[in-house]
């Protein structure tokens, strides 16, 4: 049995992927307890926990615990994961296209000695990205289609007039790189800006987003070209009941908590 001290775990959001983490360490994850969380409804939150745990305002998560989940909307991620960074501790960032906007972060945890771990969610193989970026990467390119309603009420979609609601056909509505998406779908594309921030960079990585009628999940396919290989890789993925994320992020996150505390660790 090991000696250290288990993982403290603060869940900030509790949607659709916070619940799922939560009721995970709830359920036992080796090496982590639930230590803290934070939501918006305190009430609520209380009510849906399996036992009690402190329910407290994002700005007081940090001094509960040792690394924070970010699972809440993506203008919240400078309050919920600063205070851990400054203090040398650990964050899960699921709001990747936040980072973008929110570059000091990142060097708050390279000055305090805080990391930020951006898990894979809903796109595979970011591990052979990863290490094809250790050489030379000449390009990639991401295909992201989604249902309808997965899209409905973006950003860009309202700023540009574009109608999907009563389409019959596949539509493109947009093509561009990830830090334009981040802005314009914040919470559709965590899932590029992960690729681009694994691979060459937010503004080198080639995006399309597709609106498809006929579709019932969302489908990630990326093209890698590299010196050490080239690659492509496309993956479906049944949403949550949050139509704009896939099951499987929540799922991701909960592998990325099950790694830190594990004997063995399979993956880059």
């Avoid at 080198?204 to 290989?229: C, F, G, K, M, Y």
Wanted: glycine fraction near 8%; hydrophobic fraction near 50%.
């Amino acid at each position: 049995m090991s000696s250290r001290p288990p993982l403290r775990v603060a869940v900030a959001g509790l949607g659709a992927v916070g619940m799922a983490v939560v009721t995970a360490l709830e359920a036992g994850i080796p090496g982590c307890i639930l230590a803290a969380v934070s939501a918006r409804d305190v009430e609520a939150a209380k009510a849906r926990l399996p036992r009690p745990v402190p329910v407290v305002p994002v700005e007081e998560l940090e001094p509960l615990a040792d690394i924070v989940v970010e699972a809440a909307p993506a203008a919240l991620l400078p309050a919920i994961v600063g205070p851990f960074l400054r203090a040398g501790k650990g964050a899960v960032v699921l709001s990747a296209g936040a980072l973008l906007r929110a570059e000091h972060l990142i060097d708050l945890a390279r000055e305090h000695g805080g990391q930020i771990t951006v898990p894979t969610g809903a796109l595979l193989g970011l591990d052979a990205v990863v290490a094809a970026a250790e050489g030379t990467i000449h390009s990639v390119r991401m295909v992201t289609r989604k249902p309808v309603r997965g899209l409905l009420g973006a950003p860009y979609l309202v700023e540009n007039n574009i109608s999907i609601e009563e389409i019959r056909e596949p539509l493109r509505i947009f093509k561009g790189t990830p830090r334009e998406a981040a802005i314009g779908f914040p919470a559709n594309l965590n899932v590029a800006v992960a690729l681009s921030l694994a691979g060459i960079g937010p503004d080198r990585t080639e995006l399309e987003i597709w609106a498809d009628p006929a579709l019932t999940r969302n489908t990630h396919s990326i093209q890698v070209d590299a010196d050490s290989a080239s690659f492509s890789m496309t993956i479906e993925n049944i949403p949550s009941e949050n139509p704009k994320t896939g099951r499987i992020t929540a799922l991701s996150t909960v592998a990325c908590l099950r790694k830190m505390g594990a004997a063995l660790r399979v993956g880059t």
